[in-house]
């Protein structure tokens, strides 16, 4: 049975479940056919489910799903909280602004529906006052080549859509200050390859080392790599991801620009011959150990693993899943997480961080949960994309 197939018996049938459980699964690929799907569907909740399942994909015909997602009349049943929970997303994947704005939708429901009214009123069209949707779930097609596999799909279980992981291994902060180089460690003396400047901000001032680390050899393409997260104290924000027609990333994405900023205010590397650290360390960051311990990186909400400071396993996606392809075509793959309000500690006397969290210490993104996700190819050091999320 397809992947495709199993998604479709998912949506039919109304499996909330299954969808939230594939949810994190599925593949640029899937894409075209899934959108295709989504306009047959004869029924809303089926659009919505179906919707829900394309949240985070990155695909002009994605967009006209969303579009029309805006749609969707609310039944006065407790449905319409997953109803609701798809709007803000789809108005988060349509507009930046609506995005910044997902937390007020959410504490605040009639925030929500005028935002949505107003999206529908500037495309020039109006929510269906039909709900459309029947009381039983309907019948997933008849599949007669597998039929235990579609009855497992439409139970919820879509455990055959899963990719296998990148096994875990939990970062782990020491309280010792460092005196020395070391390749695992929050600021410190950064291991570079030969040729490879200390990064720059557009501002001119030299970014700060937040954390570096040797990626164990069994982290796929990525086992062996030294991987670098770098970022300005002065310039601050979230990472806007900025795409092609096609749904790419843009070419040089690690360098178009960030508004209001010309370039990014961020540089992540992956490092493939890093031997010799600096002469000098990281200057505001106090430097500290970094260890990696293996773990069973548990599923705590299904399609998301837990919510820590790791390399590899499973992100725990603060809102929906993002999956990106790199301009080189190839498909985005996670690598490491920072968590939510995670602190890096100053040295005496450094420089206060514009949003940064106090005046001795300072963090990543705003503060955001980080989803370093790496291009499999290695096209170019710095093909890496933070996808931001709280």
């Known amino acids: 049975m ?6 479709e018996c998912l949506v039919r049938a109304h499996d909330i479940a299954g969808v939230e459980a594939a949810r994190g699964e ?10 295709e799907l989504y306009w047959e569907l004869p029924d809303w909740m089926s659009r919505i489910l179906l919707a829900d399942l394309l949240a985070g994909q990155r695909r002009p015909a994605v967009d006209e799903v969303m579009r029309d997602m805006l749609r969707a009349p609310l039944t006065g049943r407790w449905t319409d909280d997953l109803t609701e929970l798809v709007k803000i997303a789809a ?16 504490e605040d429901r ?21 709900a459309g949707a029947p009381d039983a779930p309907r019948p997933c097609p008849p599949l007669p080549a597998e039929p235990a596999a579609c009855q497992a799909a439409a139970n919820g279980g879509a455990e055959s859509t899963r990719r296998a992981a990148l096994p875990a291994y939990a970062l782990v902060v020491g309280s010792e200050p460092l005196d020395r180089p070391a390749r695992n460690s929050i600021g410190g003396w950064p291991f570079l390859d030969e040729g490879q400047q200390w990064p720059e901000c557009f501002c001119g001032e030299r970014m700060a080392l937040f954390f570096q680390l040797d990626l164990p050899d069994v982290l796929g393409p990525f086992g062996g790599d030294h ?18 027609d096609g749904g790419r990333l843009v070419p040089g994405y690690w360098d178009a620009p960030q508004p209001p900023g010309p370039r990014p205010f961020w540089r992540v590397l992956l490092q493939r011959d890093a031997t010799r650290p600096t002469a000098e360390p990281e200057p505001v960051v106090r430097a500290l ?7 069973t990186d548990a599923l705590v909400r299904p399609g998301r693993g837990a919510q820590m400071f790791k390399v590899g396993g499973t992100p725990s996606w603060a809102q929906f899943p993002e999956s990106y392809q790199c301009a080189c075509g190839a498909e985005m793959v996670y690598v490491c997480q920072v968590p939510e309000n995670m602190e890096f500690a100053s040295l005496p006397g450094g420089p206060e961080q514009r949003h940064g969290m106090g005046a001795d210490e300072y963090s990543l993104f705003l503060g955001n949960e980080v989803y370093l996700l790496a291009c499999p190819a290695h096209c170019d050091p710095a093909a890496l994309w933070p996808v931001n999320q709280n």
Do not use: M, W
């Not at 988060?92 to 959410?106: K, P, Q, V």
């Open 26 to 35: 599925v593949e640029p690929g899937d894409v075209p056919r899934l959108t």
């Open 227 to 244: 991987l670098l997260v770098f970022h300005c104290l002065t310039h601050d924000d979230a990472s806007k991801p900025r795409l092609t």
């Open 289 to 295: 150990p970094l260890t990696l311990r293996p773990i």
């Open 2 to 7: 397809s992947k495709f197939s199993e998604y």
């Open 110 to 130: 009639h925030a929500l529906n005028r935002a949505v009214d107003s999206v529908l009123a500037r495309l020039g069209t109006v929510p269906d006052s039909a």
């Open 91 to 106: 108005l988060a994947h349509l507009d930046e602004e609506h995005a910044r704005r997902t937390h007020l939708y959410h």
